[in-house]
């Protein structure tokens, strides 16, 4: 199973709405990572979880909450978003690194609409 | 910081034509990786090849190379015989060594025509 699979696939939110996304792997990878991606944009970095702990926070405003309950589960706890947060969040698993074998898988995203 | 540098926004290609997309990057470091990714509209992101940048020879997959020329901090990607399921957004990626991280340039968005 070379998958990483996200839910919702779609979530239109209030700003005073609390609701969360949700990935999961089966692949026995380690290290799963959270992104944004805005329209016509590359993904941009927000969370890196490694053997369950988060080792990256690329400066994201604290409205975004990740957790990592499992080696298989990423959540990513939403509250209190603008409009402006309104994107594509992309989930991503790997190994954690090892020389050769680093490859991120993706998920096929939460389309998020914050009105 | 690392930084990577993709030139062209759009490009076309008729199909069973080849193309080549341009992708260079700024870095001192002497290990590190580099990647190609894929996002065909509305689908997820795949890896279409990597390049290690300790390795002289370049990576082939199939109908897919790449003109890596270290020296110059460059890393193109040659897509040969195109088809139409090869529209996609690309991306080109720099990974450090011994770093999650991947660094994306701002993609290239390819259009196959029949």
């Known amino acids: 199973d070379t998958e990483v699979t996200q839910t919702p696939k779609h979530l239109v939110m209030g700003m005073t709405n609390k609701k969360s996304l949700k990935c999961e792997q089966h692949m026995g990878h380690r290290a799963m990572y959270w992104y944004k991606q805005k329209a016509k944009k590359p993904p941009e970095l927000m969370f890196v979880?490694?053997?369950?702990?988060?080792?990256i926070n690329e400066s994201v405003p604290s409205r975004f909450s990740p957790e990592c309950p499992n080696s298989s589960l990423l959540n990513l706890h939403l509250h209190a978003l603008q409009p402006e947060d309104s994107a594509l969040y992309l989930c991503a698993s790997s190994q954690v690194w090892v020389a050769g074998v680093d490859e991120q898988f993706f998920g096929p995203g939460t389309r998020l609409t914050v009105l | 910081a690392q930084t990577v540098t993709q030139s062209q926004p759009e490009m076309s290609v008729q199909e069973a034509e080849t193309v080549t997309l341009s992708c260079t990057y700024d870095?001192?470091?002497?290990?590190?990786?580099l990647f190609w990714y894929k996002q065909p509209p509305s689908r997820q992101m795949i890896l279409v090849i990597r390049q290690e940048a300790y390795k002289q020879q370049n990576a082939t997959e199939n109908r897919f190379s790449v003109n890596f020329q270290k020296a110059a901090k460059s890393f193109s990607l040659k897509i040969s015989d195109s088809q139409l399921g090869d529209a996609a957004m690309y991306f080109c990626a720099y990974r450090s060594e011994g770093a999650d991280k991947l660094i994306f340039g701002t993609g290239t968005r390819l259009q196959v025509f029949p």
């Open positions: 870095t001192s470091e002497s290990d590190y990786y």
């Open positions: 979880y490694s053997y369950e702990k988060l080792s």
